[in-house]
């Protein structure tokens, strides 16, 4: 197995799992979990998309992505909340017009 597909496997099938409890669960916290998740994860794989001519030629760059996605998901870190709230959010609050506007034309 390759190192880009072991982080992708990192990177959907556990997430996909627990988002999938997360759904037939009672409680909402778990689901706005997960679906914080996969707007970080979507984000950063449309900037990874981009970078990863740079990024591939980085010693160690599957390491630390494979790091950075356990990171993200750990219920007990909640890295991609952490980043959804300090960067994301408040990007998207600042923009939210400008994307309406492009998804409405």
Same mark, same amino acid.
């Given at each position: ?7 992708? $496997?990192?990177?959907? @099938?556990?997430?996909? =799992? ?6 037939e669960s009672?409680?909402?916290?778990? &689901?706005?979990? #997960?679906?914080t998740y #996969? @707007? @970080? =994860? ?9 970078? &990863?001519?740079?990024?591939? #030629?980085f010693p160690? /760059? /599957? ?7 356990? #990171? $993200? ?8 909340? =952490?980043? =959804? !709230? %300090?960067?994301? $959010?408040?990007?998207? %609050? @600042?923009?939210?017009?400008?994307? !309406? &506007?492009?998804?409405? &034309?």
């Open positions: 197995i390759g190192p880009g597909l072991l982080c992708n $496997l990192v990177g959907f @099938v556990y997430p996909a =799992y627990a988002s999938f409890k997360a759904i009672e409680g909402k916290e778990d &689901d706005t979990q #997960w679906l #996969w @707007v @970080v =994860y979507a984000i950063f794989n449309i900037v990874e998309t981009f970078a &990863d001519v740079i990024l591939f #030629w160690f /760059y /599957y390491s630390l992505k494979f790091g950075f996605l356990i #990171w $993200l998901f750990l219920p007990s870190i909640r890295g991609a909340q =952490y980043l =959804y !709230n %300090t960067i994301i $959010l408040p990007f998207f %609050t @600042v923009q939210e017009k400008r994307f !309406n &506007d492009a998804v409405q &034309d």
